[in-house]
């Protein structure tokens, strides 16, 4: 999930509810919104793939090329680029992971909304399957079915999904803020972006309890989280 593609009315609530109405096969309509019914997103499992894919995963280059044809949205597809670029940056610079896993680390950010655009009511089931079909990395399966705990029902557990998780939220917000600043992403201050968190009605539909949940989940302040998307995140553009 994230900021930059949510559309209104999508984000108040984790369990949507959905008024439908149904066509019959004899033409008869059938109205059915007094039936509201809920939609999950929990995926109802903890594992993803198989071992013997560890270390197999899509390219940047390729997972770029997956990402355009599943994703029409441009905000979308910019806000995928961007958790993948921070993701590789972390990856580099904090953790310094070589440069193939760095790759599956952006690879995650850059899929990790993929089916949103198409599938909203499948997602993150409709690019998981798709990924274990192709066999795929369980590692970077995992990050993408835990990137929303509280929608997905999977417990984060390795450094990438923390981070994945962390990210998601934080970085479509500060690009929110971004986009509000006269100098966009210069002179950034994390004081600034930690006072517009608190102001319930800027961006509001990203899920501060979210954002706070995944900082306390790992030993990074929510600080310097903040100041290594502002960091970064100005480099990050759609190819
Ligand atoms: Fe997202």
Known sequence: MGLCHQEPGRQSSRSRRYLCTLRSLAGILIDMSSEQHTISHELGRQEFGSPEYTGV???REDAIALMKDWVENPRLQLHMMQVGGVLKAW???????????AEKWEVAGILHDADWDKWPDEHCRKIIEHLESQGCDPELLHAIASHSPSFFAVTPVSTLDHMLYAFDELSGFIHAVSLVRPGGYEGMKVKSVKKKLKEKSFAAQVNRDDIHD???RIETGLDELIQFISNHQPKISLE
């Open 57 to 59: 995963f899509p390219s």
């Open 91 to 101: 990856a580099e610079e904090k953790l310094s992971l070589d440069a193939s896993a």
């Open 214 to 216: 995944a900082a306390s």
